[in-house]
């Protein structure tokens, strides 16, 4: 009696702590004649890291703008923490976003705003969530200080360099604290030493806040370093998933694709 109980437990373990906090199933979406996504299928594990590659034009950023409510699909379900994101209205996707942090391809800084008032930006846009907080200025210190550039407080965005601009939307993104955190292009358009800074500040930031991550690259160096997990999008499906060790020893002409230099 006593192995078979063990046997249950062990049996539950895995189950338990591979919690799925987004679960994207058979999700189609076309403009036209263009069938970006065509049944694509994605789980996000509570605390993982998640790579998605792509090509360009692939339909990367078109996902992930489904998955926080910010376009609609033809087809498919989406659920974030638990909630049905395709028919949730404004208001309650509000909630689900605070919890969301998300560095846009590009870093995507207001211009006409310094770095403190694009960091104050989501505290005052999720304000429920900071219903105590009378002083945004600590909180926009610390997520400065975990990116290293509490000193870029004051400046304008057209002041700073491509990477301190990368740090900073990276600060913008995790200021509410948020459980997850949707990187898209977290080092394109950045040299490969400031890519890798970039990188090493996703990991100190998993560790410090342990986020779940939901990683948008076609960078393979940012891929082998982050990822836990993969999935390769290809014709508008979750082509092949593994760890970047399996994809990268597999035979598929498809996927040894991505690895090729
Ligand atoms: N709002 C839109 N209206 C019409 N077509 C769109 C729209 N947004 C994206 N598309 C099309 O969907 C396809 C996928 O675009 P998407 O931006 O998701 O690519 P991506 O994989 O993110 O590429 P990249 O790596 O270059 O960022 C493209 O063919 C694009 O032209
Ligand atoms: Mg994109």
């Not at 979406?29 to 594990?45: A, E, I, R």
């Not at 969530?129 to 400046?155: I, Q």
């Not at 990188?199 to 939901?214: C, P």
Request: a negative charge.
């Amino acid at each position: 009696m006593k192995i078979k109980e063990e046997e249950i437990m062990e049996d539950e373990k895995p189950v338990a702590s591979k919690k799925v906090i987004i679960d994207i199933q058979d999700l189609y979406k076309s403009f036209g004649d263009n069938h970006v996504l065509n049944g694509f299928n994605m789980q996000l594990h509570e605390g993982e890291n998640l790579v998605v590659m792509g090509k360009s034009g692939s339909g990367k950023s078109v996902m992930i703008k489904c998955l926080v409510g910010l376009m609609k699909p033809d087809s498919g379900h989406i659920s974030v923490m638990g909630k049905d994101i395709v028919t949730l209205d404004q208001e309650a996707l509000d909630i689900i976003r605070a919890d969301i942090g998300f560095l846009f391809q590009g870093s995507a800084l207001y211009d006409s705003m310094t770095v403190r008032e694009n960091l104050e930006f989501p505290m005052r846009r999720h304000k429920e969530k900071l219903a105590n907080v009378k002083d945004t200025e600590p909180f926009v210190l610390e997520a400065l200080r975990s990116v290293g550039l509490e000193h870029t407080m004051e400046l304008m965005p057209a002041e700073l360099s491509g990477g301190m601009k990368r740090r900073v939307a990276l600060a913008r993104a995790i200021i509410l604290r948020p459980k997850i955190i949707f990187y898209d292009e977290p080092t394109s358009g950045l040299d490969p030493i400031t890519a890798k800074e970039i990188i090493e500040l996703m990991r100190s930031i998993q560790k410090k806040y342990g986020t779940s991550s939901l990683i948008i690259t076609h960078d393979v160096d940012c891929a082998r370093v982050i990822s836990e997990r993969m999935i390769l999008l290809v014709d508008g499906i979750n082509y092949a998933e593994g760890t970047f060790e399996e994809l990268v020893s597999s035979t598929d002409e498809k996927v040894l694709a991505f690895f090729k230099k």
